[in-house]
């Protein structure tokens, strides 16, 4: 990849045009992809200069990065906002390591995927099942997540009606989140006093935050707050409480029910709360209506055909095909 950090003097003199292809890096991204810690963006990189497209990195958000994305380059946003526009795509990690978004919107609650459908009817059932098994049997067994896990458990925890994981996006703009972390820890514990409910706090959340979960929690004879792994958690819980983190996604690989408490691309596969009285009726019926979701057509949906993975040979192939047809449209 062509290592170059472009100033303001050297982006006036990029020739304008779709030959040039500009990768906007915000926050630590950008030195992550200057020493090449990513094979997404290495072989991306070489596809590109192969079809003699000059590759850039700029700043996301500096000067040069705002002035760039008024010309007509293809603009490729990684960590920064959603933005959408004729030359623009987005490229960021998915909810399970290995595997990209490349999306004309964004990542995450943002991507276009969120308006896509995901039709059953459509699902090669031996390449989904080999695809699911495959790739749950190894985060599962390995104890991989987005964020570092405790070490898995020699014995189980005692069973739960419910586990809520935290997030951090409650102070967020544009709002994303339908309910709180307070109502979904107090709905929880509320529909069966009797039954225990894990809390998980979020790794990254502030000190503050973090506080003001246990006050919650301390009111609440039966939540309980552990550090225990993602995985060890879920498998011993009924339903899974989130908002839209990535724990929410890697409980579809133990086809938990799971209730997404905010704006998430997964949606499909989960249901969806908006009030507390729609997440009892998820806490009383959510077994029963997820009972025969298609939880490996999913997975394989959404990663294998929607996401792209840098490791497989025809990364580069896939990832020209969305660059092309996005180019397409112009």
């Known amino acids: 990849m062509t290592e170059l950090l472009i100033s303001p003097l050297a982006a006036r003199n ?10 906007h890096a915000y926050g630590s991204w950008l030195d992550a992809i200057k020493q090449q810690k990513h094979d997404f963006f290495v072989k991306l990189s070489a596809q590109l200069e192969e079809r003699s497209m000059r590759v850039h990195l700029v700043e996301g958000n500096s000067r040069t990065s705002q002035a760039l994305l008024q010309s007509p380059h293809l603009h490729i946003i990684v960590g920064g906002p959603a933005m959408f526009g004729p030359t623009i795509l987005h490229a960021h990690p998915s909810y399970i390591w290995g595997f990209w978004y490349l999306d004309e919107l964004g990542f995450g609650w943002e991507s276009s995927l969120r308006f896509a459908k995901f039709c059953p009817a459509d699902v090669d059932r031996e390449q989904a099942d080999y695809f699911y098994n495959g790739v749950s049997s190894y985060m599962l067994e390995q104890n991989v997540s987005k964020l570092w896990q405790e ?20 102070h967020r703009t544009p709002r994303r989140h339908y309910l709180s972390t307070e109502q979904m820890i107090r709905t929880a514990s509320t529909y069966d006093p009797s039954a225990r409910v894990y809390v998980k706090p979020h790794p990254l959340q502030s000190k503050q935050a973090r506080l ?27 339903m899974v409480i989130t908002q839209n983190s990535s724990t ?42 997820m009972r025969d979701f298609d939880y490996a057509g999913y997975f394989h949906w959404f990663l294998a055909r929607n996401c792209l993975e840098p490791a497989k040979d025809d990364f580069a192939t896939r990832a ?6 996005k180019l397409m449209l112009i």
């Not at 990029?14 to 990768?23: C, D, F, M, N, R």
């Not at 069973?159 to 997030?167: D, I, K, L, N, Y």
């Not at 020209?320 to 047809?325: F, L, N, S």
């Open 248 to 289: 929410g996604f890697e409980a579809l690989m133990q086809r938990k029910p799971v209730a997404t408490c905010a704006k998430s691309d997964y949606w499909h596969a989960t249901l969806t709360p908006r009030t507390e009285s729609d997440l009892t009726a998820a806490l009383s019926h959510g077994a029963e209506t």
């Open 320 to 325: 020209w095909a969305r660059i092309r047809d």
């Open 212 to 238: 003001r979960v246990m006050d919650i929690a301390a009111a609440l004879p039966n939540v309980e707050i552990i550090d225990a792994s993602v995985h060890d958690l879920i498998a011993v819980s009924d």
């Open 151 to 170: 070490p898995r458990l020699s014995s189980s925890l005692a069973p739960a009606a419910a586990v809520v994981f935290c997030q951090g996006i409650e």
């Open 14 to 23: 990029i020739p304008a045009g779709l030959k040039s292809v500009v990768i």
